[in-house]
Each structure stands twice: as C-alpha cells, then as structure tokens.
C-alpha cells in the first residue's frame, strides 16, 4: 500500500490530475468546491492531501459527490468523505487491529497504554486522519488503562500491606493531567499533522535515553545480586559436603581399625585364647563407637533442622498479627565426646581445629544469607507493623492505608465529572450543547477559562493535603517504606507543571500521558510495581476524559473505538497477568524497563518514519501545510 502511494506521488505531476486544465475549469465546479479549488490530489492520497472531509473531485480538493471522489477507504455521505466503518473488514482492518491488540499487550505490562504506536499504524495502514488516528488511540489506552487498574487496584504494594497504587500522586496530579488533555484535544484540531509527528518524534528522543539509561542500571544491580548469590550458595554447598566427608572418612578409619585387629587376632593361636574376652569387649565397644558416630551426623542434621525452626519461630513471634503465640525455647544438648583407644589428644585437637575452621569460614561467607534474612524480616515486619506501642492516631493511618482512600477516589471522581460536564456544556459536531452555547462563542471561551481555573484550584488543594499530610507522618514518627515519596513545596509545585505538559502532549499526540509520568516517578524512586500501578490510574482518567471529548466532539468513529477498547481491555490482561507478574515473581524489574525502553525506541521508529512520510506527500502535491480553525 506504502509502495503505491509512493509511486501515485511520483505519477500524480506528470499526470491529468495536475494538469493546468483543471486549474482553468475550476470556475466551472464553483457550486461543488469550496474555496479550497487550488490544491491539487488524486484518490490514492486524498485522505491525507485534502483537509477535513473533502474529496477529490476532478483533480481538485472540495466536495464529494460519490464514492468515487473520495479515498480508498472512505466513502461520500451527505456531500463529506466519511472513512468506512469496521464492517466488513478489510485487510488494512486486520492488520490494524493486529498491530493494536499486540501494542496492548506490551502496554499492559509496561504501564504505558500504547497510544504512540496506534497513532502511526491506524493513519498509516488504515488512512485515518490524524485527530481521527488521535482518538482511537485514546480509546484503545483507555482501555488499557481500565483493565491495568482493575488488577492494580487489588495487588499489593511490594513492602508493605497496602495497595500498589499511589494514591497521593494520583491526587496530586490528576487535576493537571486533566487540564493538560483538555488543552491537548483543543490543538489536536489546530495543529498540522506533521508538527505532531515532529513533536512526538522529539519527545521520544528525550525519554528513549533516560529510560535505557535507568534499565541498564537496574540490570547491573539484579546481575550483581544473582552472581553473590551463586557464589555463596556453591561455598556454602562445598563446606556442608566437606564436614559429611569427614564423618564419613572417620567412621570408615574406625571401621577398618576394627577388622585389622580381629584378623591379628586370628592369625595367632595362643593369643586367640587368651585375649578373646578383650577382642569381644574391644569389638563391641568399636561397634558402640560405630553406631555414635552414625548418631552424631543424625543428632547434627536434627539440630541445623531445630535450629531454622527456631529461626522461623523468632521470625513469626516478632510478627504483630502472632504476637500472641507463646515464645519457645529450643535448649540444643551439647554433643557427647566420646573416647575410644583409637582417639588420640592429637586426633581430637584436629577435628576441633577443623571444626572451628568451618564455623569460621561460615561466618566469613554468611553475610550474604544474613542480609537476604533481615531483607526478608525487614520486609516482614513491614508488610505487618507492630502497632501495638505505636499512638492510636498513627495505627489508624497504618490501618487507613490498607485500601484505597475514599476521599482521595472521590476527588479524582469530582475531577473527572466536572471535565465531562464541560464536555457536554460545549457541545461539538455530533451533538448540540447542552445549555445552547455555539463554539467559539463568548460563552464558550469562559467555560475554558473557567474550567482551567477550577483545575489550578483543585491542584493547589491537593498539593496542600499532601503536604499537610506529610508533615502529620513526620510528627507521629511514619515509618516510611522503601519508594515512598517525601513530599515538600518545591515537588509540590514541580511536578503539577510537569504533569500538565503530559497532558497536553497526551491530548495532541495520543499517548497515555504515562510516557511522561513513568520516567518522573522512576526519577523520584517510586518502586517500579507501583509505578506501572500508578500510570495505570493515570492513563485510565486522563484517555476516559480525552475518549469522551473527541466522542463528544464527533471526531471518534464510534465502531472504531469500541473494537479498539476491547483490544485494550484484552490486551492489557494478558500483559498485566503474564509479562508483569512473571517479572515481579522472579524480582527481574529490568525486563519491564527494557520493555519500555523498547517501547519508546520503536515508537520513535514509526513516529519519525510517519512524519517524514506524510511531509513528502504533501510537498510533493501542494497539500496543506497550516494550521487549521478549530471553530470550523
């Protein structure tokens, strides 16, 4: 398809479409073309030559008059090319929905929606235009988002017992993202498709080095941990079979000591009789000596097993939620020495040397499982904190964070309501508005204005609980997790103005807004399982209010969007339950950071490619290059 509209192009000046005949007859077609008769076209690229719904009538940009006049797949309805439903399918649907359903399924895993890859292929394969490409896009991260946030919403946070999503950077930038896509949805419809392709293509190139930057790091890191690892496991494995080695080469000396005495005192005769009750005696105390040795290893092994039990029983009695199980003590007998005629002083001074060796070099090696233990009883202790000797007010907030926030679900609820109200009030090309306010007129500049004034003041309130919040943790002694973020002004204020361009960049050019949120909440030390939780929460409000703006906004093709956010629903569970929780399971959270340093890379590839693509075009047969009035 890329072929031949390539070679359209190259035919299309030599052709009858462009011939100066068509500029002299263009008086002729005055009552069937606007005043848009100069630029030129041909119906292999009337989709992205010709503005809005216009056709290709005799060569020249204006309105259709059958299917004909317009693109390969669109169609003539009520005088406009209208692109052609999902059904039937055609091959540039199948591949469509191929390429968007796979793009879902890394986008569940990552946290990241996919939005940047729907945009090329849906404009590219299925010759959409680009706000129509933008919508879908949203549709299919919404869904994304919707299903991320579901399983999200019930898993737990790595260390500690709550949920894995951020609730307070949720609050905190949710008012912002919200104003950034409603600015960002207004320019989708000014702004030429090429500058969104250069500016997504840009933004990409920021966010591809710092994104592989951070995964290589946390590769090195999980390499490093996983060598240790192995290292002390195979030192420790050579010193156990070592010791069982040594038993056994004892109880073999002794054994042969035995046999060699008995056959001495057979050769002999005269001394057969004569020390016959001392060879009975001497072989019965060597077989005693036999049987204790053998219980000795038993009496050990029973005693390395009494003791990990004695570790665990330590474990679970720090535990708040068994603190009432009693405490006990396991007393350890000391071995029982015991002194055969083939023990020597200097025999026994080896073996206690041995031993000690051992003991030594275990204690040498050990600080590794040490460290995997208190890691594992630091992270105990934290998914369980003790409040037992703690004020009532700080158990309560321990107590508060085991679910979601009810009024922090509800502020974003507000925030969500209020967008959709707007939405309504303004009205668009499928619908009226709801109070008789016509676009671009003096009523409905002061809804925006409005409306961006309530989100500067809900993000000013959520800012200030946060931080007033903060400073209650701080006073009671919170104990605070490992990622958890230490809100002061300087954030506060930082990251709302960050979030607001992702929303903005989210609306224009069809992404998620997480592509811009994930590498911020990696910057702050956010772990990465609550990261891709959070960006889940973020996407599915910011692509729900996006989604119904362009379906209010009669830009969305209804059949369109809902195929695609079945898609994302389906993809982002498999992502979600496969790739993510197999990374989590085996703590290798680098695949999920090359996942997205990948994510970004081909995005990048495709972005830059459709840019360039559809520049050429454009050049090449006198298209529109300028911006276009988002009042018509």
């Known amino acids: 398809m890329i072929v031949q509209i390539l070679i359209l192009t190259i035919v299309v000046p030599t052709g009858s479409c462009c011939s100066s005949r068509y500029a002299n007859e263009a008086t002729n077609h005055s009552s069937i073309l606007n005043a848009d008769t100069q630029r030129t076209c041909n119906h292999g ?26 693109g390969a797949q669109s169609t003539c309805k009520g005088s406009q090319c209208i692109h052609k439903g999902i059904w039937p399918p055609t091959w540039q649907t199948f591949i469509s929905m191929i390429g968007g359903f796979s ?38 991260i919404f869904g994304n988002g919707f299903m991320s946030f579901i399983m999200g919403m019930y898993g737990k946070h790595p260390n500690r017992d709550r949920p894995r999503i951020y609730c307070d950077i949720v609050v905190v ?70 010791s069982n080695s040594q038993k056994e080469t004892q ?29 009975q005696q001497e072989h019965k105390h060597n077989e005693v000596i036999d049987i204790q040795v053998m ?30 199980i009693p405490d006990i003590q ?43 233990q208190q890691q594992s009883e630091h992270r105990s202790i934290n998914n369980h904190i003790n409040t037992d000797n703690i004020s009532p007010e700080l158990a309560q907030m321990y107590k508060s964070e085991r679910r979601l926030s009810i009024k922090k679900t509800i502020f974003c609820i507000v925030m969500w309501i209020v967008l959709l109200l707007v939405s309504l009030a303004r009205g668009g090309k499928s619908g009226k ?14 809804i925006i204005v409005l409306y961006l004034i309530f989100s500067v003041c809900m993000t000013c309130v959520g800012s200030f609980f946060t931080l007033k919040e903060q400073r209650k943790k701080d006073l009671l002694g919170y104990q605070f997790a490992e990622g958890d973020v230490r809100w002061t002004l300087r954030s506060s204020i930082l990251y709302p103005f960050i979030c607001t361009a992702a929303g903005v960049l989210a609306g224009l050019l069809g992404i998620g807004g997480a592509l811009i949120t994930n590498p911020i909440l990696l910057e702050m030390g956010v772990l990465i399982p609550v990261v891709t939780a959070t960006t889940s929460s973020l996407i599915l409000i910011t692509s729900s ?7 209010v906004g009669g830009i969305l093709p209804l059949d369109w969007g809902v195929a695609f956010f079945i898609m994302g629903v389906g993809g982002a569970l498999l992502g979600t339950a496969v790739i993510s929780r197999i990374a989590i399971k085996k703590k290798r959270y680098s695949v999920l950071l090359f996942l997205i340093s990948g994510f970004f890379c081909i995005s990048l590839l495709i972005s830059c490619f459709h840019g360039l693509f559809t520049i050429i075009l454009l050049a090449l047969n006198n298209g529109y290059m300028g911006f276009s009035s988002p009042c018509n």
Not at 103 to 118: M, N, Y
Not at 127 to 132: D, G, M
Not at 310 to 317: D, F, L, P, Y
Not at 343 to 361: A, F, G, V
């Open 295 to 324: 219980d000795e290893i038993s009496s050990e092994n029973e005693q390395i097993q009494q003791k990990e039990n004695n570790e665990e029983n330590n474990i679970q009695i720090n535990n708040p939620i068994q603190s009432s």
């Open 545 to 551: 209010s996006s989604s119904l703006q362009f379906a």
């Open 433 to 446: 508005s709801i109070i008789g306010i016509k676009k671009c007129s003096a009523g409905d500049w002061v």
């Open 330 to 372: 396991v007393e350890i007998i000391p071995e029982l020495q015991i002194h055969s005629p083939h023990n020597t002083p200097e025999s026994e001074s080896e073996s206690i040397n041995s031993q000690n060796t051992t003991k030594s070099l275990e204690e040498s090696l050990n600080p590794i499982q040490q460290q995997d």
């Open 173 to 242: 930038m949710i008012p912002c993202l919200l104003a950034g896509s409603f600015i960002g949805v207004y320019l989708a419809q000014i702004v030429p498709q090429y500058v969104i392709t250069c500016l997504l293509c840009l933004f990409l190139i920021l966010t591809l080095y710092r994104s592989f930057k951070k995964a290589v790091v946390e590769f090195r890191k999980e390499q490093k941990t996983r060598k240790e690892e192995k290292q002390a496991a195979s030192t420790f494995s050579g010193i156990k079979v070592g």
């Open 103 to 140: 793009i879902s399924i890394l986008g569940g895993a990552t946290g990241l929606g996919g939005g940047s890859f729907v945009v090329p292929i849906v404009t590219l394969v299925s010759l959409f235009k680009s706000s129509v490409g933008v919508s879908i896009a949203q549709v299919t």
């Open 45 to 70: 690229i009337v989709d992205i030559v010709c503005q809005g719904s216009q056709g290709c009538v005799d060569g020249l940009c204006g309105v259709c008059r059958s299917d004909a006049d317009c």
């Open 251 to 279: 109880m073999i000396q002794t054994t042969s000591n035995i046999q060699s005495q008995s056959s001495l005192n057979h050769a002999d005769p005269q001394l057969s009789n004569e020390n016959i009750i001392i060879d």
